[in-house]
């Protein structure tokens, strides 16, 4: 696999990283290679790279050691390709604010690497800013399926991210791979019934995973290996783990269900929810978890307008 192509487009295109910059690289012992041929390429442009490998917790949106967040202030351009994701922490969230621009990578592996980062990202940007815009004008959002979703909760005055991959103004921060407008659903406002059926993080790739929801929280979780989620969630020892953070809708056409949340919530034609912190969207919820759910198939209403039906959009 040809990883220095990929490597060379988050690095000139991605991120148009300047000779002038500072770039630090931030991974863990798993995803050694993947940080090694970034380094190479950013080091072709910035006069200074660095590599910074580092074992971080043991779940999606757990913070890094003191040590690291203070280091990830030194630098102009972040890239973290780590086995867990640092996208909803302090830690990351602070150094955006510095105007740093940060790709969070979590669990990249070389085949989402090779198959998903070399994209048209002219094209999927047209229909990411047409979805982005319809849900901006929006109250209400209602997702369905034919496996027995049925979740509604409000969207007014939540602002709607873009996560297009393109990361070249002070302060932008995105997944990469990319490919999703995503957006916290107002805290209490969720109801309803949603069924996980192509992958869950912390567990990988699932059936039918069935999430009962009130008044914002996830109150009952029923199927395969579900007591793992819910140990998982409990370890944090905060409700807030249990509450509805995120709704996000895939647009990455060359994504594929693997079980690897990263590349899943980006498979056009799909949606996501997640549990946990919200912070990283202006919300309440600030708890060191954030685990994100795939749901296959999905019909997705604005208001009264259908946006998306059995996967397909209707714009």
């Known amino acids: 696999m040809n990883l220095k192509k990929a490597a060379d487009v988050i690095v000139t295109k991605c991120l148009k990283i300047k000779e002038n910059e500072r770039v630090l690289i931030l991974t863990d012992s798993k995803r050694i290679e993947i940080g090694d041929v970034l380094l190479d390429s950013s080091t072709e442009l910035a006069k200074y790279s660095k590599l910074l490998e580092k074992e971080i917790g043991d ?13 990830m202030l030194n630098y102009d351009v972040i890239i973290a390709p780590t086995t867990y994701s640092i996208s909803h922490t302090k830690a990351r969230r602070d150094a955006s604010k510095k105007g740093i621009r940060i790709a969070t990578m979590p669990s990249i592996t070389n085949d989402i690497m090779n198959r998903c980062i070399d994209i048209d990202y002219k094209n999927m940007t047209r229909l990411i800013n047409l979805v982005q815009g319809v849900i901006s004008n929006g109250s209400n959002m209602r997702i369905t399926t034919a496996f027995g979703t049925d979740l509604s909760f409000v969207i007014k005055y939540r602002e709607i991210f873009k996560d297009d991959g393109i990361l ?18 107002l805290e209490g406002s969720a109801d309803g019934i949603y069924i996980v059926d192509g992958s869950q993080a912390g567990l990988g790739k699932v059936s039918k995973l069935k999430f009962k929801v009130e008044k914002g929280f996830v109150k009952n979780i029923d199927g ?12 944090v020892k905060d409700k807030n783990a249990y509450g509805i953070a995120e709704c ?28 946990g912190n919200n912070k990283s969207y202006g919300g309440k919820f600030n708890v060191p978890i954030h685990l994100d759910g795939i749901i296959r198939n999905p019909r997705i209403f604005v208001d009264n307008k259908e946006i998306m039906k059995e996967g397909k959009f209707k714009l």
Do not use: R
Request: glycine share 12%; net charge negative; with cysteine.
């Open 59 to 71: 779940h999606d949106g757990e913070e890094p050691s003191k040590e690291i967040a203070k280091e």
């Open 168 to 185: 070249i103004n002070k302060g932008d921060f995105g997944n990469l791979p990319a490919g999703e407008v995503h957006f916290s659903p």
């Open 224 to 235: 395969k290996d579900c007591y793992k989620l819910t140990k998982l969630l409990n370890s």
């Open 248 to 275: 996000g809708i895939g647009m990455n056409e060359k994504a594929i269900i693997t079980g690897n949340v990263l590349e899943d919530e980006k498979v056009k034609g799909t949606c996501h929810i997640a549990l």
